[in-house]
């Protein structure tokens, strides 16, 4: 979340805040601080319904600000921070989409969309001044050593000057984690260049589901003794990757995000395959299943039914997810609801 630079009595602006950014670093000031990454430069195109259809052309513009960012590393920072709630406000007051508290708002808010006002609610403002404030972090570590991504994830966590003094990340353990865990969720709001590699765990987690073939579903079902074993589609897919050492979210639309996305061409056994209604938003999906191949998947697909084979080849296609397992490991414990 977009943390205060400055101790109290101190007023933000001008020098004085830039000594405070480069001093301090956020995760000093609010322990278990989320946030963002990417692979900045180039063009990064966004992965199939990773980004709410509403948000989508304001990501891909504003990702491209400066070479530290890009469209995906913005997606990542603000799922990361609101799950894509615009209404969003942690308890120590964080507010909006992007997650400003009311002072680093009024230092670094812009008017996006040149309506005449900076309103921290409105993604349309909300989502520039995060893209402007990641690229005014990267500027004052533009002369490190080092990807410069890594070294603006570096600054944020840690503050500039830790990143200026050991010539890149500074090896402090939370901001090593917090830069590594960053750039991994943001994969998985890029569009795939090339083959995405295949998963090593892919076959114990298709193993498990085959072994709860013909069991009925059951809504909520985790597999517990208390439910007999049964499962609902997530339930079941979280259940077949611990089985595998991944511990997966409970849902089906965070799932979406353990991973990077291959297309429907180069699917392959163990992959994630996910439902919508609205093919334009990942986190409106509503079912997920494990492919096996063949164009089929083995899920818990409804109420009064059982856990079985089913063609994934139907109108309601999302996508694919191909689980890592630092894809999972990056993804925030509780995303609000957009």
Known sequence: MRKAWLVAGISIGGCTAFLALLVVGTYSLTAGATGFGGSGGGRVALAKGAVPARYQALVQKWGNLCPAINPALLAAQLYQESGWNPRAQSHAAAQGIAQFIPGTWAAHGVDGDGDGDRDVWDPADAIPSAATYDCKIAGYVKRAPGDPTNNMLAAYNAGAYAVIRYGGVPPYKETQNYVRIIRTLEKSFARPVGRVDPSRQAAGAINFSQQQLGKKYLWGGNGTPEQDGRFDCSGLTQAAYRTVGIELPRVANDQYNAGPHPPRNELLPGDLVFFSDDLTNSRAIRHVGIYVGG???????????????????????????RVTEDGAKSLPKHPPSA
């Open 295 to 321: 164009g089929y998947m083995i899920n818990a697909p409804r109420p009064g039914a059982v856990i079985r084979f089913d063609k994934i080849d139907t109108p309601d296609y999302f996508g694919a997810t």
